[in-house]
């Protein structure tokens, strides 16, 4: 697959089939993506995969938390804006609102709307869940490394057909991740990343984002 075709087929997947994602393959897309730039070369992520039982185990623990005490979970990290502007807010809406309208779920639809956001805390069915985290011991540049990182996971993922969804909604559960796998007191859990094949039978796969013109977002001199 040539790099443009992984990067103009990426999409975030929202449901996968069950077919296994083999070990070795895995292992393949972790070692090309961590060929990404870092600053210094000091690569400040680590990954901790999970499948079989382990992902099942997880998946049920965070499930719980999110459906019964949200309110007690918060992420080490502020990922969205206290306060939305433009063009970010209408951009944001219109993202949910595309992606319900796939479901057939309506804007005053609460229940159905909360029950396909707790499908992030299974993988949306992804036979392999990734969470990734960053040492906080360092500064504000390695999140740019990191997302550099998971962009490139997400690509060899593409190269290997395989397909993904970065989610940073698992950060609101570090704890109940640190008290199954062996995050350190020095890591963030910055999200996790569903990785599998994708079922294409299902509607809210078929939603593809937009994205703003060339024009919009870049400013071009000398040319």
Known sequence: MHVDEAITSRKSVRRFLPKPVELPMLEHILRVAARAPSGNNVQPWKVYAVAGNARAQL????????????????????????????????????????????LGIGRDDKL???????????????????????DRRL??????????????????????????????????????ARAQLPISEHEILT?????????????????ITERAPLEEFASLHGF
């Not at 395989?162 to 109940?176: P, R, S, V």
């Not at 999200?191 to 796969?205: H, Q, R, V």
């Open 139 to 176: 500064n504000t540049g390695s999140f740019m490394d990191l997302g550099m990182f998971i962009q490139s996971i997400m690509l060899a993922a593409r190269g290997q057909g395989l397909h993904t969804c970065a989610q940073a909604a698992f950060a609101w559960y570090h704890k109940i």
């Open 191 to 207: 999200c996790g990343i569903a990785l599998g094949y994708e079922d294409l039978s299902a509607p809210e796969n078929a939603f």
């Open 59 to 102: 998946c049920q623990a965070i499930y719980h938390a999110a459906q019964h005490e949200p309110d007690r979970h918060h992420p080490e990290y502020a990922y969205y804006p206290t306060t939305w502007v433009e063009p970010y807010l209408e951009r944001r809406r219109r993202c949910g609102l595309g992606l319900y309208a796939s």
């Open 112 to 134: 159905a709307r909360e029950q396909q956001m707790l499908r992030n805390y299974l993988f949306f069915d992804a036979p392999v869940g990734l969470l990734v985290t960053m």
